[in-house]
């Protein structure tokens, strides 16, 4: 089924490890992000990607890496885990904007 | 920037109630708005969106409709059923150039009982 496929969907890591979320649509969708949701913030952007080889930076951008190689992939880099970086973490991309997003089913990490 | 502001939760009802989760925004011009709907343990959805203004968006019983007037996209539901139970967030674009940005409320969550 077309759609965003998020990896892995639980994840649990120690303090100072790394570790890659994998994100893959088959939409053709230029226009990919990141989000992480806690409770009771909603959904705060990480980063953000309007096409192949061009990123930036969305409002909690510290601590995280993200790449676009190809139209397809956008995985999210945690350089060094943190237990603030316990959260959901969801990826959506979209074509046009008056179409909304398709989101993931999100990673649920916990950095202990 | 454009803005939006979401009904707090939770909202609690009987099964068969009649819903109303409230949506205002502020924006330039006449962006899309949208509902999604997360189910627990799932990612979000999107429920249903309206492109422009005086328009209704509708789905699984569910609608809102685009009010310029009052800036505001109130979802509604004339029966609710144990299964409506998730959190619902309004969102809309950024705006200010950052074309395909969108930005969401903070989300309302609302059980169902039976």
């Known amino acids: 089924n077309a759609g965003v496929t998020q990896t892995p969907k639980f994840q649990v890591l120690k303090t100072g490890q790394s570790m890659t979320l994998q994100c893959a649509q088959d939409?053709?969708?230029?226009?990919m992000s990141w989000y992480r949701q806690d409770p009771g913030m909603g959904l705060r952007l990480i980063h953000y990607?309007?096409?192949?080889?061009?990123?930036d930076q969305g409002e909690v951008p510290n601590g995280y890496n993200v790449s676009r190689s190809t139209t397809e992939d956008f995985p999210l880099r945690l350089l060094s885990a943190a237990p603030s970086q316990t959260s959901v973490y969801f990826c959506?991309?979209?074509?046009?904007?008056?179409?909304?997003?398709?989101f993931g089913s999100g990673t649920r990490l916990t950095v202990v | 920037g454009n803005s939006v502001t979401q009904m707090e939760g939770p909202v609690t009802l009987s099964e068969e109630a009649f819903l109303t989760i409230n949506c205002t925004y502020t924006?330039?011009?006449?962006?899309?708005l949208f509902w999604y709907v997360q189910y627990p343990g799932e990612g979000l959805q999107l429920l249903l969106k309206?492109?422009?203004?005086?328009d209704k968006g509708s789905n699984k019983g569910f609608e809102a409709t685009y009010r310029k007037e009052t800036t505001s996209f109130h979802l509604e539901k004339g029966s609710v059923q144990v299964s409506d139970s998730a959190v619902y967030f309004c969102?809309?674009?950024?705006?200010?150039?950052?074309?395909?940005?969108?930005?969401f409320g903070t989300g309302t969550l609302l059980a169902v009982q039976p």
């Open positions: 959506a991309s979209s074509s046009y904007i008056r179409d909304g997003y398709t």
């Open positions: 939409m053709n969708h230029e226009y």
């Open positions: 990607s309007v096409g192949a080889g061009i990123t």
């Open positions: 924006a330039t011009g006449y962006p899309s």
């Open positions: 309206a492109t422009k203004a005086d």
């Open positions: 969102a809309l674009p950024r705006g200010g150039g950052a074309t395909n940005k969108l930005i």
